[in-house]
C-alpha cells in the first residue's frame, strides 16, 4: 500500500510540474484555470472534450483560411477575418494563449490586406495548435496514469 | 460577435418550496461557436441552471416558438417574453456597443471568455431582482386579501 501511495505521489507530481510548466512557458493562460473548475469526478473527461473540439476547430478553420488565401490576385480577406476571429474566440475560451496570440497578429495582417503575413500567420497558427495538442495529451496521459494508480488529480493553484 | 443568454422567469405562485429548488433558472444559450458552447453549457449546469444550447438566433427564435412559422403568440402581445432578462456575451470590449446593448434593455453583459465567477454573479443578482419581484407580489397578494376582510367584515358575513 506504501509502494502504491509513493506511485500516486510521484505522479501526482509530474502532473503538476508538468501543468505548472505549460503555464510557465505561455502555452496556456488562466482560462485553462476555469476550464479545469469545470472538470469534477462526474465529468472527468471535460477537459479533454472542450480542448478536443477546439483542435478540430482549428483544423478546420486553417485549411478555409488556406484556401482563402491561396491565389494571390484573389484572396477573400473577409473570409480569413471571420475564421481569425472565431480562431481567437475560441483559443480564449479554452486558455490556447500562443495560438490566442498569433491571431492578433493575424488579425492585423488581415486588416491591411497582407497577404504575406497573412501566410505566416496561419502557418505559425497551424504550428502553435499542433504544439499544444501534443503538450495536452502528454499532460492528459499523466492525469489517466494517476486516475489508473488510484490516484485523485490535484488541484494546481497557478498565481 | 454578439451572442444572448436568455432566462425564463420562475413561475411565481404560492409555493415558497419553488424558490428552495436548485435549478431556479432555465437558461437559453445561444453562441455560433461549438467550443463556446460546450464551455457555456458546462458552466451554467455547474452554476445550477438549466440549460438549452442553440447554435444560431433563428434557432434560439424557434426554440421560443417566435419564428413566426406556427406562432400563434403575437411577439408584441405577449408580457411574458418581455420579462426575459436578457444577457449579451461577447469577445468585443468596446463600450459605446456595451452601453448600447444595456440601454436597449439588455439585463446584463459578460466578456468573453467568461469565468464561473460571472455567471455566479449573474445568477445571484437575476434571482434577487426575481425574490424583490415575487415578494412585491405576494405583498400585493396581502393588501388584497386584507381589503376583502375588511369589506366581509364590514358586510358582517
Known sequence: LHAMNTVVAQLQRRFQDYLVSLYQQGFLDNQFTELRKLQDEGTPDFVAEVVSLFFDDCSKLINSMSRSLERPENVDFKQVDSGVHQLKGSSSSVGARRVKNVCISFKECCDVQNREGCLRCLQQVDYEYKMLKTKLQDLFNLEQQIVQAGGAIPQVNIN | ?157
Open chain 2, 1 to 157: 460577435m454578439a451572442e444572448v443568454m436568455r432566462s425564463e422567469t420562475l413561475n411565481i405562485s404560492n409555493n415558497t418550496s419553488s424558490l428552495a429548488s436548485p435549478e431556479l433558472l432555465h437558461v437559453l444559450a445561444v453562441d455560433d461557436s461549438i467550443v463556446d458552447r460546450k464551455f457555456i453549457e458546462r458552466l451554467l449546469r455547474v452554476s445550477s441552471c438549466k440549460v438549452t444550447v442553440v447554435d444560431s438566433a433563428t434557432r434560439a427564435l424557434q426554440y421560443l416558438g417566435l419564428d413566426g412559422d406556427n406562432n400563434s403568440v403575437g411577439f408584441e402581445e405577449s408580457s411574458a417574453f418581455r420579462e426575459i432578462p436578457v444577457v449579451i456575451m461577447s469577445s468585443e470590449n468596446i463600450l459605446p456597443r456595451i452601453d448600447r446593448c444595456l440601454e436597449e434593455g439588455a439585463e446584463d453583459f459578460l466578456l468573453k471568455p467568461v469565468k464561473l465567477a460571472d455567471v455566479k454573479r449573474l445568477r445571484d443578482s437575476l434571482l434577487k431582482a426575481e425574490e424583490r419581484v415575487f415578494k412585491n407580489i405576494m405583498h400585493k397578494r396581502e393588501l388584497e386579501a386584507n381589503d376583502i376582510f375588511s369589506q366581509l367584515k364590514r358586510a358582517k358575513i
